[in-house]
């Protein structure tokens, strides 16, 4: 009848949660956050000892667990939090068994088989030994980054900066956008990283168990302090059916508490005064540059000349003060953590400007100031309802308010060199203009074990984030200068003074806000694990769980926006286009402009995904393990407007087989040999409908500027959230003389019945790996491994499209499958206007012409790693990687400099294949080639060495890495824009150029000063890349009654001899907006030749140089400057900054601590 109560409690309990969770609408899928032991207690002739009581206690585990061993003597636990644990044994007539020091980390279930000696059980037989450092049964690769590894090693401020820790991964530049000062650490590209050749928006971050993914673009969308953290787990390769997402899965356990009260005071800082001038800070491409007093010059058929901009280094500083404190409110019963970590970072910039102010006094000198406050918080409760039911809830808090962020450019550190923003007007650079952004994460959890051999888990977590702007200038028209500098000598007479500025000046600050873009994502899961045994024993695991995402947005202008391009010819979607200007060459007396609305994004969506996956480790005998599980998904991207396309993939398209098998070869724990097989499916991001299904909002209006006097430029909006750049035909408003020339929709909605936008056979992101290996125990604290993976992608998902007159339209499908395989074959439709504008049919461009290539991606990996298991003294891991990747496809994140420069986080909707010419090189060949982060060869030393004297203790700890360079390759301008360009010699081929800077064009010979071809290497890399990260911990005992009492100090050194690797070359060889396109016939004129661009291959160099229109007959220049100028159908121009550098390493960065530990 006790037995019958118990139960039922349990199930209630269970119920309860359940219940209690679902009517909180959760939904996200669980991960590993607890350990196991397992094992068999035999007696000294090596019978099994049935009946004997095993417990586990540990400062990490409330109370204590207590299981008998089964007929066969096995004992097994789960669900154990990670920390150091003791095992004690106990049977009848056998001495009792104690093993102290094991060391359990997330995700590990060691074996420890234990033999008992006779006697009595008020013997204890005592052995202090740590988990065997092989598991034997596992087939994955995955590392749990300890706590007391985190302790000393060099690190961030947040999770991620432990990444590189595991097998195959490194923090990648390419993989990362540019950050700034206020980024917590304040490094150059370090926030984005790669795990076996796929990109950031592929890997899977947690918090507890907890998706914290971007929801729009993937990567890291919750940064957790340090002092937050008791372990983190990095899977690379062969993980379980129970983990979803295309790449590497990264999972942070909290802290708990514990049954006595410890915790800290700390403090950080750092300065400008401790780093290095990091010119990666302030520029997207680190300060490379054309003079931007100088335009190109189509008369002399030359670029602005290059100027490397150096700039001062701002003022800074930044303190991080907090505490964490943990204990029991009711001893082995409730035990509570909290933590406050906020960070407060200050900014000063001080610009000397040119002008002065209507009354004719000089603008001077000016300070402006920029702050950052964050504010961290998390607190955790941990509750052992009874001996089984363990219950668990915390609630992490993050708010960032960023006040100034509308900064002048800083000021050259030569004076010769210009700042391009110090012509404008200080007033300009309001101090208020800013953003807020809470980010929160709740999870609540539990787990019962209803027998020795049944546990059942369950989560729900919920995760909130919202940013806002603050302080956008409204109602004021903007206008910028772009492309080209009024002052450039090419231009015609007649601008008038006060209109001319230089290239980058806009007369009011960038005018889009963010009214709000709330993301939040529920989740819930549950699942049980049950133990038994047939043909050997079986730990088989299943569950369910749900995942409901939502997106709630509001951006847009707050008054117009004109792109100047002063002396620009304009190159239009439309053919036809310039039939209506009168004017050759798109363009009108002084150049073009853009009226640009875009990119605005409005709506409201849901989606609710589900998942379920049933999974076996089952240990045969004679030492083998089989791993065999499979995953299922159900998944919906939603549409922003009514009508528009979605995406729906049933439980049937992503069917996931997890297939693994480890052997104890020598079967005493010491070597194994493991392989796995798995499909992985990626979980698709909103980045993808709200640029495909109408989240998003882009038109230009483009006009021929052919009156200088830009205050008769004046757009309108007929009312609140009317665009400025309609749907179709010219903006509203007043335009003088400037003639309107097209409208082109960037952002077009497919929806014809006919000609659906997404493919109705679209398969998920789909890719599937091989991992072979071994692992061998040299001591129990030492071991090896080796590891050969194979990862080969078999579906991508993009945006694929074709240029029509007017626009753009995209598809969505599998890059060289289905509907997106023949877009130039086929007539499509533009629908974007349905049901106010009727669709229109345009006929195939190219019948003939080859299908489009499928993406390809291809990663071979053999890895070999030495680790030296942390003890109270040293810690150290060596590892090494051969490595190829290739294809045409870099993944979710594009790595490619001429798409957002890159570590542009777009999933789905990146520019590989946008136009069809992208995916094929100039010699009618599919584009393949390494891809942009290749690094055959990648080393990385990790270590930490302590050394006690004198009542204290020093420990040093050091992160060396050592990668090949990168590929480079050449992007050629073509088709369309600059960015949908052609790899003209394949990915990893790199064309050198050259053209006279100092030549002129004559009359007598309108085709001088040639683009000239000097050679083509395939191979050509960046250098090598090479960083020390090093930190310093020196402690002191302050009281000899407690250890645990001590003030320490600490240093933390990123990229601590403040190497200056070139981590990318400028790819695209066309001063500004150039672009270069093979035309039907091979002259300047006529229908874009498909054929040249795809299958037969083209001369791109006698392309580049073929003489314009309006420019064969002299005098040269003509006298309208835009008819011949250096725009789309104008003269080509090498760019000055073409193969000079465009990305560096990181700067040094240094941040210094004090804490006082109790």
């Known amino acids: 009848m006790g037995t019958e109560r118990v139960c039922f409690r349990c199930c209630l309990t269970l119920v309860l949660i359940c219940a209690l969770t679902l009517m909180m609408l959760p939904a996200a899928f669980a991960q590993e956050t607890t350990a196991g032991i397992q094992g068999t207690v035999k007696d000294a002739q090596g019978g099994t000892v049935p009946g004997a009581t095993v417990e586990v206690t540990s400062p990490a585990l409330i109370g204590k667990k207590e299981v008998k061993t089964d007929s066969t003597g096995v004992y097994r636990f789960t669900n154990l939090p ?58 994955k690769a995955a590392v749990t980054v300890t706590q007391d590894i985190l302790e000393v090693m060099p690190k961030g401020r947040s999770f991620q900066s432990v990444i590189p820790f595991a097998p195959g991964a490194r923090q990648e530049p390419l993989q990362s956008t ?36 971007d929801i729009q673009n993937g990567g890291v969308g919750a940064n957790v302090p340090m002092e937050f953290i008791q372990e983190v787990q990095i899977k690379s390769s062969g993980f379980e059916a129970e983990y979803g997402g295309g790449s590497g899965v990264i999972n942070v356990i909290q802290k708990t508490g514990s049954n006595a009260w410890h915790g800290s005071i700390i403090a950080y800082y750092r300065s400008d005064g401790l780093n290095a001038n990091d010119q990666c800070l302030w520029f997207t491409l680190c300060g490379l540059r054309t003079n931007p007093r100088i335009g190109t010059s189509s008369s002399r058929r030359v670029d602005s000349p290059l100027d490397q901009d150096n700039t001062k280094k701002d003022h800074y500083r930044a303190i991080d003060p907090g505490f964490e404190i943990g204990g029991p409110i009711f001893k082995d019963k409730l035990w509570l953590f909290t933590s406050y970590i906020p960070s407060f970072t200050r900014l000063t910039r001080t610009v000397h400007f040119t002008g002065s102010d209507a009354n004719g006094t000089p603008f001077g000198t000016r300070s402006f100031p920029e702050s950052q406050d964050v504010h961290n918080a998390l607190t955790r409760l941990d509750w052992s309802a009874t001996s089984k039911i363990r219950l668990h809830a915390a609630w992490q808090y993050g708010y960032t308010r960023i006040t100034g962020t509308n900064l002048p450019d800083p000021d050259p550190i030569n004076p010769a060199q210009v700042n391009g923003t110090a012509g404008n007007t200080p007033g300009q650079y309001n101090a208020d203009r800013g953003s807020v952004n809470p980010n929160s994460v709740y999870s609540f959890g539990g787990d019962i074990n209803v027998t020795s051999k049944l546990v059942v888990t369950a989560r729900f977590g919920y995760w909130y984030t919202d940013l806002q702007d603050r302080g956008v200038t409204t109602g004021t028209p903007r206008f910028l200068w772009d492309s080209a500098s009024t002052t450039s000598a090419s231009l015609p007479p007649g601008v008038p003074a006060q209109f001319q500025q230089n290239t980058g000046f806009q007369n009011v600050p960038a005018n889009t806000i963010r009214n709000f873009d709330i993301n939040t994502r529920k989740g819930f899961n549950a699942d049980a694990s049950y133990f038994f045994k047939g043909w050997g024993t079986h730990n088989i695991k299943g569950g369910y769980g749900f995942n409901r995402l939502a997106n709630n947005v509001n951006t847009g202008f707050a008054g117009s926006f004109v792109r100047l391009e002063w002396g620009q010819s304009y190159g239009p979607l439309d053919p036809n286009a310039c039939d209506v200007t009168g004017k050759p060459a798109c363009s009108g007396t002084y150049g073009h402009f853009l009226v640009r609305d875009g990119v605005d994004t409005i709506g409201t969506v ?66 194994k040999l493991f392989a796995s097989y798995g499909k992985f499916f990626d979980i698709m991001k909103y980045s993808l409908p709200q640029g495909s299904f109408g989240g998003q909002y882009w038109h230009d209006c483009a006009y021929q500027l052919n009156d200088p006097d830009i205050r008769n430029i004046q757009p309108v909006s007929s009312a609140p959230g009317v665009h400025f750049c309609p749907q179709s035909g010219p903006a509203a408003g007043s335009f003088s003389t400037n003639t309107f020339i097209e409208n082109v929709n960037y952002r077009s909605v497919i929806l014809f019945p006919t000609d659906p936008g997404v493919d109705p056979n679209l398969k998920p992101l789909q890719q599937h790996e091989m991992t072979v290996g071994a692992e061998y125990a040299l001591k129990r604290s030492t071991g090896v491994e080796i590891r050969y993976t194979r990862k080969r992608l078999d579906y991508a998902i993009e945006d694929v499209g074709v240029a029509v007159p007017g626009n753009e339209l995209y ?4 890059p060289g499958y289905g509907i997106v395989s023949n877009l130039l074959q086929r007539t499509t439709y533009d629908s974007s206007g349905l049901p106010i504008v009727p669709a229109t049919a345009y006929p195939a461009q190219c019948p003939d012409c080859p299908l489009s290539p499928k993406a390809v991606r291809n990663y071979d990996g053999l890895e070999a790693r030495v680790i030296q298991r942390a003890s109270t003294k040293w810690f150290g891991m060596a590892s090494y990687t051969y490595s190829r990747l290739w294809g045409n496809y870099g993944g ?73 360079g990168t590929p480079l390759t050449t992007c050629w301008p073509s088709a369309s824009s600059t960015s949908s360009c052609e790899y003209v010699e394949g990915h990893g081929g790199w064309v050198n150029l050259s053209q006279d800077p100092a030549a002129s064009i004559s009359a007598a010979a309108a085709g001088s000063n040639p683009i000239k071809l000097v050679s083509i290497e395939h191979g050509k890399r960046t250098e090598m890349y090479s960083q020390t990260d090093f930190s310093i911990h020196h402690q002191f005992h302050v009281n000899k009654a407690n250890e645990a009492m001590t003030l320490g100090f600490e240093v933390n050194a990123y990229n601590l001899l403040n190497q200056h690797a070139v981590t990318a070359l400028k790819d695209t060889p066309f001063a500004g907006s150039q672009i270069s396109t093979p035309r039907v016939g091979g002259g300047n004129t006529g229908s874009t030749d498909w054929h040249a661009l795809t299958d037969k291959g083209w001369d791109y160099i006698a392309t580049a140089n073929l003489i314009p229109p309006a420019c064969a007959n002299p005098p040269v220049p003509p006298p309208t400057a835009g008819q011949c100028s250096s725009g789309g159908a104008g003269y080509k121009a090498l760019s000055s900054i073409y193969g000079q550098p465009a990305l560096w390493q990181g700067g040094r960065t240094l941040r210094l601590a004090v804490k006082f530990t109790f």
């Not at 997330?106 to 074996?111: F, I």
């Open 82 to 139: 990670p920390g150091e644990y003791t095992l004690t044994i106990t049977a009848p007539n056998f001495r009792t068994y104690k093993r102290t020091g094991i060391d359990l980390s997330a995700g590990r279930l060691p074996t420890i088989d234990v033999q008992l000696e006779i006697g009595i059980t008020s013997q204890v037989v005592e052995v202090s030994a740590a988990a065997p450092i092989v598991d034997v049964t596992e087939s």
């Open 178 to 213: 540019a950050r700034s000062v206020l980024s917590q650490g304040g490094a150059g590209r370090s926030g984005g990283f790669q795990i076996d050749g796929a990109s950031d928006s592929e890997n899977t971050y947690m918090v507890e168990g907890m998706d914290t993914t």
């Open 606 to 671: 849901s989606s609710l995904n589900h998942t379920v996956f049933i999974q076996d480790a089952w240990t045969v005998g004679r030492g083998l393990t089989l791993n065999v599980g499979v995953r299922f998904d159900k998944e919906h991207i939603p549409a922003f407007v009514p009508n528009a396309p979605v995406v729906n993939f049933s439980f049937a398209d992503k069917v996931a087989p997890r297939l693994g098998f480890a052997w104890d070869v020598l079967r005493n724990g010491k070597m």
């Open 811 to 814: 598809y969505i499908g599998n």
């Open 892 to 964: 979710l994140t594009s790595t490619e400099i001429s798409d957002g420069n890159g570590g542009r986080h777009g999933p789905n909707n990146s520019r590989y294949f946008d136009l069809p010419n992208m995916a094929w090189d100039a010699h009618g060949h599919p584009a393949m080639g390494y891809l942009p982060t290749d690094r055959p060869h990648t080393l990385k030393l990790v270590g930490s060495y302590t050394l006690k004297w004198l009542n204290q203790e020093t420990t040093l700890g050091i992160f060396q890495s050592v990668f090949s």
